[in-house]
T-cell receptor, first 113, second 111 residues
Framework: DSGVTQTPKHLITATGQRVTLRCSPR?????VYWYQQSLDQGLQFLIQ???????AKGNILERFSAQQFPDLHSELNLSSLELGDSALYFC????????????FGQGTRLTVV | AQKITQTQPGMFVQEKEAVTLDCTYD???????LFWYKQPSSGEMIFLIY??????QNATEGRYSLNFQKARKSANLVISASQLGDSAMYFC????????FGTGTSLTVIP
């Protein structure tokens, strides 16, 4: 158990809908990262938060947004879902924002039908 | 720009043998970290080992060791005494303003 909790584990939804993925980092970790893993794209970095503030942005679509709350948990919001958004979404956390290992949650498997 | 390259899409190894998974990286940062993760078929990403760019000695964690050659910019993972449970996807990663991941190597351990 990595100590990073992601909910839900599985999500099936229809095109055009909106979903929220939740992540609770390991105790003491200030940094949260979101990744998307699909078969054809590999692991794609989406966004990073550090202590409530956005730190780095990757290939995140405008239909996607995220935030980190004062208690350090984070949410990834995906809207106007398309079939191509079906993927495994990972959250990872680390103590700081660089030079420390990141621990991953078990992922949320999103299926858009 | 930072980049991680894993050139072996798939590898096979006999049970109890050692195997080396290749990873090269590119960065202009003087300080960085190198990591290996294992992703079994169940999907979770499991942290295996970490090497800091200023560490003099190669990192080891049980049967895992990281062969760090800074001048060559390589950070190969060595798994000794392979077990059937080692069959998985292995990702090399580097820290920067995000974690940069390679495309992964699929390892199959043959009984």
């Amino acid at each position: 158990d990595s100590g990073v909790t992601q909910t839900p584990k599985h999500l099936i939804t229809a095109t055009g809908q909106r979903v929220t993925l939740r992540c609770s980092p390991r105790s003491g970790d200030l940094s949260v990262y979101w990744y998307q893993q699909s078969l054809d794209q590999g692991l794609q970095f989406l966004i990073q938060y550090y202590n409530g503030e956005e730190r780095a942005k990757g290939n995140i679509l405008e239909r996607f947004s995220a935030q980190q709350f004062p208690d350090l948990h984070s949410e990834l919001n995906l809207s106007s879902l398309e079939l191509g958004d079906s993927a495994l979404y990972f959250c990872a956390s680390s103590v700081s924002s660089i030079d420390t290992e990141a621990f991953f949650g078990q992922g949320t498997r999103l299926t858009v039908v | 720009a930072q980049k991680i390259t894993q050139t072996q899409p798939g590898m096979f190894v006999q049970e109890k043998e050692a195997v080396t998974l290749d990873c090269t990286y590119d960065t202009s940062d003087p300080s960085y970290g190198l990591f290996w993760y294992k992703q079994p078929s169940s999907g979770e990403m499991i942290f295996l080992i970490y090497q800091g760019s200023y560490d003099q000695q190669n990192a080891t964690e049980g049967r895992y060791s990281l062969n760090f050659q800074k001048a060559r910019k390589s950070a190969n993972l060595v798994i000794s005494a392979s077990q059937l449970g080692d069959s998985a996807m292995y990702f090399c990663a580097m820290s920067g303003n995000q974690f940069y991941f390679g495309t992964g190597t699929s390892l199959t351990v043959i009984p």
